[in-house]
């Protein structure tokens, strides 16, 4: 804080020292927690966990030997909640909460994402959610990174940030409308328990699905906040871990699913070489009978996959597991008929929201 202050100018209002600084956020109200994570990442010391002392899965001891109760890993949360609140606390932000439906709705161009086909489609699935404009549709994204240089020892730090879409085009992907959720300790990449550690991040995000009361200083009113996750943001790889789907072999492609042409480079080669990108154009498309364009000598004809149901998409979800209350909890991955088993995260925003879509819909 010293070194910041010979940098600006004398009149600064930045504190002077650390303790200050802490105290002047605390006044803001948007706190962080410190969760204890298994050295395996096997399992979180949260909620009923919080008071053991080795790990279920594993038996891994929760602290690391010799210390005096130092964990091996901490997860650092931050919560939606009070970062959505501060939003509407500001007058200029909160009418800027409301302008995909009441500056952007009538326009004819693909401007913001509410004029997509998703968005359309949640608001007509869920109509109360929809009709305040003050409700608010989050992305979340998460990648890892080496915090140190490269050629000192390897550490994958995942951060996971969340960014609300009902602000305008432009503002709403500006550095400080990027939130951070949480930090994932490494040093290893979480791989198939990356699910595991966003647990308070699910219960958070249900929490708001039931909705908040917030303050808007817009209108000089409480209202009933309330969020849903709509889309995430990854690479290929990240997409994998996040949403339970093996981004390797035969069924790698999370849109044909089972149904894929995916084949082998050759006998013996583990790489795997896609050519259903064809299915989804026109029937009447030219690249479809293009023989020596793409994939040489095959002439596409089948169309794209269907879409699952709800109530299929559903009755997948409980085939993966044999007691439908704890509904997929248990620390096992198990792969059936092409579908690998959805994490803790996607699959508790499913259970809550899949039994009242309509059978028909559209669900992925």
């Excluded at 009070?82 to 709705?105: C, F, I, P, V, W």
């Excluded at 992305?139 to 305008?168: E, H, M, Q, R």
């Excluded at 790889?237 to 082998?264: E, I, K, L």
Aim: proline residues 7%; hydrophobic residues 35%; contains cysteine.
């Amino acid at each position: 804080m010293e070194l910041m202050h010979e940098l600006l100018p004398p009149n600064s209002k930045i504190p002077n020292n650390f303790y200050r600084s802490r105290k002047l956020l605390e006044g803001l109200g948007m706190p962080y927690h410190k969760i204890d994570v298994c050295d395996k990442n096997c399992m979180l010391y949260y909620k009923d966990n919080k008071d053991k002392d080795k790990c279920d899965i594993c038996g891994t001891s929760r602290y690391k030997d010799g210390s005096n109760k130092v964990p091996h890993k901490v997860l650092r949360y931050l919560p939606i909640t009070d970062r959505l609140q501060r939003l509407y606390a500001h007058e200029g932000t909160a009418k800027l909460m409301r302008s995909h439906k009441e500056n952007l709705a009538s326009s004819t161009k693909m401007l913001h994402p509410c004029h997509g086909e998703a968005w359309k489609q949640f608001d007509a699935d869920f109509p109360n959610f929809a009709e305040d404009a003050r409700n608010v549709r989050l992305g979340i994204a998460t990648d890892g990174f080496t915090p140190y240089k490269l050629n000192a020892a390897s550490y994958s730090c995942w951060p996971v940030f969340w960014v609300p879409y009902n602000l305008p085009p432009g503002v709403c992907m500006k550095p400080e409308y990027i939130f951070l959720a949480m930090v994932i300790p490494g040093p290893e990449h979480p791989g198939k328990n990356l699910s595991i550690l966003l647990q308070p991040l699910v219960d958070e995000l249900i929490e708001l699905w039931d909705g908040v009361q917030t303050w808007d200083a817009s209108v000089k009113r409480g209202f009933k906040m309330k969020a849903s996750y709509l889309w995430s943001i990854h690479d290929f790889p990240a997409y994998g871990m996040f949403a339970g789907w093996s981004t390797h072999g035969v069924f790698a492609c999370p849109q044909c699913m089972c149904d894929s042409n995916a084949y082998r480079l050759r006998k013996g080669c583990k790489a795997t070489w896609f050519d259903c990108h064809r299915r989804f154009l026109p029937v009447d498309h030219p690249f479809r009978i293009q023989e020596n364009a793409f994939r040489k000598g095959k002439v596409v004809q089948e169309g794209p996959p269907r879409y699952l149901t709800g109530e299929e998409v559903k009755a997948q979800l409980y085939r993966l597991v044999d007691d439908r209350d704890k509904f997929g909890k248990e620390h096992n991955w198990t792969y059936i008929s092409g579908l690998w088993q959805l994490p803790y995260f996607t699959k508790l925003l499913l259970r809550h929201n899949i039994d009242v879509m309509h059978n028909e819909k559209k669900c992925g």
